[in-house]
């Protein structure tokens, strides 16, 4: 007979990988990867395509891009870019940007 209850001594699945991440320091590359996959979304396809690289060290993401106008852009709007970027995730994973 199958039952549908845990044990004192088990956890669920979620908690046991949210603790791996955690351990191994993890947890924030994977917020790095998700902002990057979903990069387009967040700011549009043409800050999309001309963006080389973006990385995330703690809360601070370092934003890579050729264009010297575009990057001008972006520092005059770092506050919306962190804005839109911890809106879509729901959570704070942004406090600082800087454009490189």
């Known amino acids: 007979m199958k039952t549908d209850y845990m044990t004192s ?3 669920p699945i979620k908690s046991i990988i949210n603790e791996l991440l ?12 998700k902002i990057w996959s979903n990069w387009g979304e967040i700011v549009g396809t ?12 703690g809360t601070t993401l370092k ?3 050729e264009s010297a106008p575009l990057k001008n852009e972006l520092i005059f709007h770092r506050t919306v870019l962190i804005e839109k970027i911890n809106l879509y995730f ?3 994973v942004v406090n600082e940007i800087q454009i490189m």
């Open 9 to 11: 001594d088990e956890k």
């Open 22 to 33: 955690n351990t191994y320091r993890l947890t924030g590359k994977i917020d790095e990867l």
């Open 46 to 57: 043409i800050i999309a395509k001309n963006t080389k690289k973006l990385q995330l060290k």
């Open 63 to 65: 934003i890579y891009v």
């Open 90 to 92: 729901n959570k704070q």
